[in-house]
T-cell receptor, first 114, second 109 residues
Framework: DAEITQSPRHKITETGRQVTLACHQT?????MFWYRQDLGHGLRLIHY???????NKGEVSDGYSVSRSNTEDLPLTLESAASSQTSVYFC?????????????FGDGTRLSIL | LAKTTQPISMDSYEGQEVNITCSHN???????ITWYQQFPSQGPRFIIQ???TKVTNEVASLFIPADRKSSTLSLPRVSLSDTAVYYC??????????FGAGTTVTVRA
């Protein structure tokens, strides 16, 4: 079955370090998304991609970057981790033919920055 | 992007029907209404989507009145495993979804 997987599931790091969270999907979807989820804020969009070599900023993109070198992967990088970036991060994907297509989510990465 | 309003929480008991109503007064003509379910330590999971009238699948039913300014997700005969957060979303702007706080449904024995 097709799936979307995130790794690692849990990570602890220190402020100032670079951190990369992996997201891999086997749906062959063109669209991929990164969200963060914090208490009181629901899910907020960080970055998204409509296809290979395409990346776009979401509503909370400062301090994060993504790259899309193939269809399957959209890694999320925190260039210099800050304590405010402690959160649960979710990756998602969807088909491109219809903007109402449901998104498929991974099970998240819980990131703690000390 | 249409704003949605749904209750923060709802309590129920096993075997009961749970109905969650979502208000979306500014829904656009081509917007669909989509509901997601999220369990602790998991990502949101699509459960149902509709445009008008009624949609039913193996998990839930979605009722949408003619004016489409609200919708009701119905979970029949809930069990303890239906305890989760339920999100109502309307339309999308360039595929970007906007999740609010959702409705926390707690099912008790």
């Amino acid at each position: 079955d097709a799936e979307i997987t995130q790794s690692p599931r849990h990570k602890i790091t220190e402020t100032g370090r670079q951190v990369t969270l992996a997201c891999h999907q086997t749906w062959n979807h063109n669209n991929m998304f990164w969200y963060r989820q914090d208490l009181g804020h629901g899910l907020r969009l960080i970055h998204y991609s409509y296809g290979v070599q395409d990346t776009n900023k979401g509503e909370v993109s400062d301090g994060y970057s993504v790259s899309r070198s193939n269809t399957e992967d959209l890694p999320l990088t925190l260039e210099s981790a800050a304590s405010s970036q402690t959160s649960v991060y979710f990756c998602a994907s969807s088909e491109s033919s219809d903007s109402n297509q449901p998104q498929h989510f991974g099970d998240g990465t819980r990131l703690s920055i000390l | 992007l249409a704003k949605t309003t749904q209750p923060i929480s709802m309590d129920s008991y096993e075997g009961q029907e749970v109905n969650i109503t979502c208000s979306h007064n500014n829904i656009a003509t081509n917007d669909y209404i989509t509901w997601y379910q999220q369990f602790p330590s998991q990502g949101p999971r699509f459960i149902i989507q509709g445009y008008k009238t009624k949609v039913t699948n193996e998990v839930a039913s979605l009722f949408i009145p003619a004016d489409r300014k609200s919708s009701t997700l119905s979970l029949p005969r809930v069990s303890l495993s239906d305890t989760a957060v339920y999100y109502c979303l309307v339309g999308s702007n360039d595929y970007k979804l906007s999740f609010g706080a959702g409705t926390t449904v707690t099912v008790r024995a």
